[in-house]
Every structure is written in C-alpha cells, then in structure tokens.
C-alpha cells in the first residue's frame, strides 16, 4: 500500500508533468508570442535603406491590404522600373472565382509602392495592364501592373508613414462613436480616379439594411463547401504554421479579446463547421453590429483589369488615411463575394440589386465593402513572407 507521502509525491509529480505540458502547448501555439517572430519582421525592416537601391519600396509594397493574407504578388525590377505580377497561384479559388480581390489587393500593393518611392525620391508612373478578368485562370502568373520610377526630392507624408500601424481590424468598434463628416469629406477627397467612386452609408437604417446584406451573404457563403474550404485552407493556428507559411488569417488577427485568443490557442483546433458557424456570429453581432459607418467602393465594371487595380489601390488610401486619425477599418464583401459565385455558377445574381440602392447613381457596381470605426482594442499585425520570396528574376 502507498504511504501518503508517496501519494503526495506522485501527485506533485503529475501536476509538474500537467503543467510542463500546458507550457508547452502554449509555447508551441504561441500564446505569448502574437505578432512576434521572423514572420512578422517585414513590419519592422519596411523602410530598408539605401542599399536595397530600387527595390526599397518594395519592402512597404509587401504589407498592402490583401485578402485572406494570401500576399499574391510577384515583383520584376529592371532598370528604373518594377513590374508588379498577379501570383494566381496563391488564390482563394470559388471564394473569388475570377480572381477580382487579388486584383484590388495588387492595386493596393501598387499604392504602398508609390508613396514609399515617393519618401526615398522616385516619382513612380502607374500603368495597370488593361483586360479583362476571367472565371477561374490558370496560375501562371501575369502582369497586373508597371511602375516607371523617376528621380525626385524626396517627400514623406502622413500616408507613408502610416503604412506599418495599418492593420485589418475584425474586433468590436465603438458603436456609439460618430465618424465626423469633415473626415468622411476627407476620406471621399481621396479618391480621384474616375474610375472608381466611394460611398459611406452612416444612416442607421440603411445601415442596418446593408449590414443585414452582409451578413445573409455570410450564411450563403458558409453554406456552400466549396467557398468555406477554400476560405479555410488559408487560416494558419499555431506558431509552426505561421512561421512555416508566413500568410494567411491567424488566431491573433480573429478579432477576439486577449482572453479568447489565449483560449483559442490553447484548445485543439475547432472544425471548419464550427468555424464558420463563429464567422457568422461574430460578423452579425460585432462587425456589422458595431460600425457606426459602413462603406462601398464602386466601379464601372468590377471584372475590368483597370478598374480593379484602381479600386485597390483607393481602399490603401483610405485604409491608411483612416489610420492617420486614430480608425479602424475592416474589409466586409461577403456578398459582392457571392455575386461573383452566383456569376461562376451561372446563378441569377442574389444581391447586386439590393446593393444598387446604396450606389446613389446608376451605371456603377460594387467591387469592395468594408466598414469604419473607433476600435475597442488594437489590431494585431499579419504574417509576411519575405521580400526575397516574391521577387522574379
């Protein structure tokens, strides 16, 4: 029989194990270390210096908005000019079937380059390749864009240096909080190109009735496997596979509180089911819930290369320009997202319509939604892959 010290011990000695192992785990999930790592050091090396020559704006390039986190970009540098190519192979297939998002998310990448050329004393010349895009590509990649860079004084501005506190921000907002109309006027001044438009919807029961859009399109999304999958496979949890993939949406980049993100690491990994059945809550009851404004970006035909590239790089602008005065923004294009399944699958289009009535004119269709806001809590930074990875040769 054991003594009672022996049981003590033995106690002891289980409790010791149990801990070790939950400090491991939590080590391994990276519980402590959101944000952390080699991973996310293209946040902090995103000025480079005078030695990368005319790859330094690369380095802000590389951190643009883009979806999923999928980075789908490949960068040729020649001369005094940097060719920005579509990397087709990192897409997020029936989740956008003709590849539009990755063309606003290239577009954004080409707006961080040129203000970031702009600081290091380059004027840079855009030329978006025209086009048309088409239902599911192959992934060979193409060109999205051509930047001609000239010299000239150097100029920073409030745009460029925002661009490493830019972060999606998917937590609760400030519902009570008010963005002022001056800023609005300011974030409308932004976008110039006449080919894209913006428009704020800030009424709180049209607001209600776009949010209500959002989040049936959220439903439909969920409820078709293939979507869902194809989103999935671009959720990273645990530090190995951040630092094995350096992309994609992470626990810490969920919008949850402190307390759940920890939760979350610690727990074995929910199914995709469960996931999706939390994206919806949260986007029903804290994303569209919370946001005293939501917004759309429109263009004349959302499947033209141009316009697509423009759309991209006037949502950087915004996004950075929100960052300047202390907001959060957070993409929400659930259902042009579903226009374009409904296009794939030859469906008749379930939200087009109803999203026509926010346009304010006729002729002009939406490419991109989002929302704007005070946030609650701050947003964590995403994974990056090295600039090194994405240069082509």
């Given at each position: 029989?054991?003594t009672?010290?022996?049981?003590?011990?033995?106690?002891?000695?289980?409790?010791?194990?149990?801990?070790?192992?939950?400090?491991?785990?939590?080590?391994?999930?990276?519980?402590?270390?959101?944000g952390?790592?080699?991973?996310?050091?293209?946040?902090?090396?995103?000025?480079?210096?005078?030695?990368?020559?005319?790859?330094?704006?690369?380095?802000?390039?590389?951190?643009?908005?883009?979806?999923?986190?999928?980075?789908?970009?490949?960068?040729?540098?020649?001369?005094?000019?940097?060719?920005?190519?579509?990397?087709?192979?990192?897409?997020?297939?029936?989740?956008?079937?003709?590849?539009?998002?990755?063309?606003?998310?290239?577009?954004?990448?080409?707006?961080?380059?040129?203000?970031?050329?702009?600081?290091?004393?380059?004027?840079?010349?855009?030329?978006p390749?025209?086009?048309?895009?088409?239902?599911?590509p192959?992934d060979?990649?193409?060109?999205?864009?051509?930047?001609?860079?000239?010299?000239?004084s150097?100029?920073?501005?409030?745009?460029?240096?925002?661009?490493?506190n830019?972060?999606?921000?998917?937590?609760p907002?400030?519902?009570?909080?008010?963005?002022?109309?001056?800023?609005?006027?300011?974030f409308?001044?932004?976008?110039?190109?006449?080919?894209?438009?913006?428009?704020?919807v800030?009424?709180?029961?049209?607001?209600?009735?776009?949010?209500a859009?959002?989040?049936?399109?959220?439903?439909?999304?969920?409820?078709?496997?293939?979507?869902?999958?194809?989103?999935?496979?671009?959720?990273?949890?645990?530090?190995?596979?951040?630092?094995?993939?350096?992309?994609?949406?992470?626990?810490?980049?969920?919008?949850?509180?402190?307390f759940?993100?920890?939760?979350?690491?610690?727990?074995?990994?929910?199914?995709?089911?469960?996931?999706?059945?939390?994206?919806?809550?949260?986007?029903?009851?804290?994303?569209?819930?919370?946001?005293?404004?939501?917004?759309?970006?429109?263009?004349?035909?959302?499947?033209?290369?141009?316009?697509?590239?423009?759309?991209?790089?006037?949502?950087?602008?915004?996004?950075?320009?929100?960052?300047?005065?202390?907001?959060?923004?957070?993409?929400?294009?659930?259902?042009?997202e579903?226009?374009?399944?409904?296009?794939?699958?030859?469906?008749?289009?379930?939200?087009?319509?109803?999203?026509s009535?926010?346009a304010?004119?006729?002729?002009?269709?939406?490419?991109?939604?989002?929302?704007?806001?005070?946030?609650?809590?701050?947003?964590?930074?995403?994974?990056?892959?090295?600039?090194?990875?994405?240069?082509?040769?």
């Amino acid at each position: 029989m054991q003594t009672r010290r022996a049981l003590l011990a033995g106690g002891a000695g289980a409790a010791a194990l149990a801990l070790g192992g939950l400090g491991y785990r939590a080590w391994d999930r990276g519980v402590w270390s959101g944000g952390d790592g080699r991973a996310y050091s293209p946040w902090s090396d995103w000025e480079g210096n005078t030695a990368d020559g005319i790859k330094r704006p690369l380095r802000a390039a590389i951190l643009a908005s883009n979806p999923h986190d999928t980075q789908p970009w490949l960068f040729k540098v020649g001369g005094n000019a940097i060719t920005l190519f579509a990397y087709r192979a990192r897409n997020l297939g029936t989740f956008d079937p003709f590849r539009r998002e990755m063309h606003l998310g290239l577009g954004a990448a080409v707006e961080n380059l040129v203000l970031a050329a702009r600081a290091f004393g380059f004027a840079g010349q855009v030329l978006p390749t025209d086009g048309k895009l088409s239902l599911s590509p192959d992934d060979t990649p193409v060109p999205a864009a051509h930047v001609a860079l000239t010299p000239m004084s150097a100029m920073r501005d409030a745009l460029f240096e925002a661009i490493p506190n830019r972060h999606t921000n998917r937590g609760p907002y400030r519902a009570d909080q008010s963005i002022g109309a001056e800023s609005l006027r300011r974030f409308a001044n932004l976008v110039t190109d006449d080919t894209v438009r913006v428009v704020f919807v800030e009424d709180k029961h049209a607001r209600g009735e776009l949010g209500a859009l959002i989040v049936d399109a959220t439903n439909r999304i969920i409820d078709d496997p293939q979507m869902s999958a194809d989103s999935a496979r671009w959720f990273r949890t645990g530090r190995r596979a951040i630092a094995a993939h350096r992309d994609g949406v992470t626990v810490d980049t969920a919008g949850l509180s402190p307390f759940t993100t920890a939760v979350s690491k610690l727990l074995p990994d929910i199914d995709a089911r469960s996931a999706d059945r939390y994206w919806l809550s949260i986007t029903r009851e804290t994303q569209v819930a919370t946001a005293p404004v939501l917004g759309m970006l429109l263009v004349r035909d959302r499947f033209d290369m141009r316009s697509a590239i423009q759309a991209g790089r006037a949502w950087q602008r915004l996004h950075l320009a929100a960052t300047v005065e202390g907001l959060a923004a957070q993409p929400l294009n659930q259902p042009v997202e579903c226009i374009d399944r409904d296009a794939m699958l030859g469906r008749a289009d379930g939200f087009g319509p109803a999203i026509s009535r926010f346009a304010e004119t006729s002729g002009w269709e939406p490419t991109f939604m989002f929302r704007l806001g005070v946030a609650e809590r701050a947003a964590s930074p995403s994974p990056r892959r090295a600039l090194e990875e994405m240069l082509r040769t």
